[in-house]
């Protein structure tokens, strides 16, 4: 077939590791997705983000995007040097992608018709790199700016959801600024929070995921150490009562005739585990039971407020919502997260698989709906 009837194969950039704490999960996330990837379907350019912020060239070799003896990968493990750079020029009228080392001459690595962000957290997931793609006029998978931010910030994110009339549980912020003018009164104010509904709390991050830097907190013994451990990871933290239940998830995706809820999970109670922390989910591996063993009522509420939620956000393509089933038969929706985890245990990827969609088609009806939709006021 000669060139001009080839048919052009888009260029999907999968960009993946990043600054924040997830960024080994965002590692592991990418793997999976350069295994399923069709390559009779699509041209793909790896590009991995360090910790320390640099856009490195990285093998295309999803074998070493794995843990390996509990090891978590890193972007600097698999960058093919320690000092190039990629650079994604921000300039809607060119897609040309530039890598360059110190000394050389720059090279053209080619245009990029689509961006698959795989990133995790802050720096990737909460709209800062939507914003350059935005700039930049290149499709990307996923959630725009605004939803993006609203998603990573769990702040902000209940305020929506109870906007729009949707089911939270009690929760307590702390701002940057009332710790460091008054740590006392900031204390107080949780312990006033649990003063009112009880312990144990959850101390956690505002804007982390992968269930980064969340204590588990029985009493005022180890309040501190909580609060800590939260700061380190974000300056601004949340506080939240336990609510007793079972944990539920769904997946949204975006079809034709727009979202549609997948078939839920349950994350059964971990035991080696005080909760569904970060070493259960990734390490361990604790097994969510899919579908969930809810009735067709439970089922079709679950879902339906899943769906509410990503319209509530003005999320696009796909999100997790988690929730609670409560004892008293009543769903609260804990968070959403708008670039959930792909990774071989991930539970986005198994809700849809047991809906019918498989893990390639999923990731081709991502790729397709980015294509499809411009940048811009949307």
Not at 65 to 77: E, F, S, Y
Not at 265 to 273: D, G, L, Q, R, S
Not at 299 to 305: I, N
Request: charged content about 25%; some cysteine.
């Amino acid at each position: 077939m000669s060139s001009e009837t080839s048919p052009h194969k888009p260029r999907v950039a999968v960009v993946f590791g990043g600054r924040s704490s997830e960024h080994a999960i965002s590692v592991l996330t990418a793997g999976a997705v350069l295994r399923a990837i069709d390559r009779e379907k699509y041209d793909v350019l790896p590009i991995g983000i360090t910790t320390d912020g640099r856009w490195a060239l990285t093998a295309d070799d999803p074998e070493r995007m794995a843990i390996t003896d509990r090891q978590l990968p890193t972007v600097a493990a698999l960058a093919e040097s320690t000092e190039g750079g990629v650079v994604l020029p921000v300039d809607p009228t060119n897609r040309e992608v530039v890598y360059s080392e110190p000394g050389s001459v720059p090279k053209a690595l080619g245009e990029v018709d689509v961006v698959f962000p795989v990133l995790h957290g802050p720096y990737g997931e909460d709209g800062t790199l939507q914003g350059l793609l935005e700039l930049s006029g290149v499709p990307y998978v996923g959630s725009g700016v605004l939803a993006s931010a609203v998603g990573q910030d769990k702040d902000y994110m209940k305020r929506v959801f109870t906007s729009f009339g949707l089911p939270v549980g009690p929760y307590e912020v702390i701002r940057p600024r009332e710790w460091e003018k008054d740590p006392a009164a900031a204390r107080r104010k949780i312990v006033d929070f649990a003063g009112e509904h009880g312990w144990p709390l959850f101390v956690k991050p505002a804007r982390a995921g992968s269930s980064m830097g969340i204590t588990k907190v029985d009493g005022l013994g180890g309040l501190d150490e909580a609060i800590e451990e939260a700061r380190r990871h974000d300056p601004k933290i949340l506080v939240e009562s336990l609510l007793r239940g079972r944990e539920i998830e769904c997946g949204v995706l975006e079809f034709e005739d727009g979202p549609r809820a997948s078939v839920p999970a349950e994350i059964p109670p971990v035991t080696a585990h005080d909760f569904y922390d970060f070493e259960a989910k990734y390490i361990d591996s604790a097994d969510g039971i899919v579908p969930a063993p809810l009735t067709a009522e439970q089922t079709a509420k679950v879902q339906e407020l899943a769906v509410a939620a990503f319209e509530a956000a003005s999320c696009e393509g796909l999100v997790r919502a988690d929730f609670f089933l409560q004892d008293n038969g009543e769903f609260v929706i804990n968070e959403i997260n708008t670039l959930p985890g792909f990774t071989p245990i991930s539970m986005y990827p198994r809700m849809w698989q047991e809906s019918g969609v498989s893990y390639p088609e999923l990731i081709d009806r991502l790729l397709q709906a980015a294509l499809q939709r411009s940048t811009g006021l949307r």
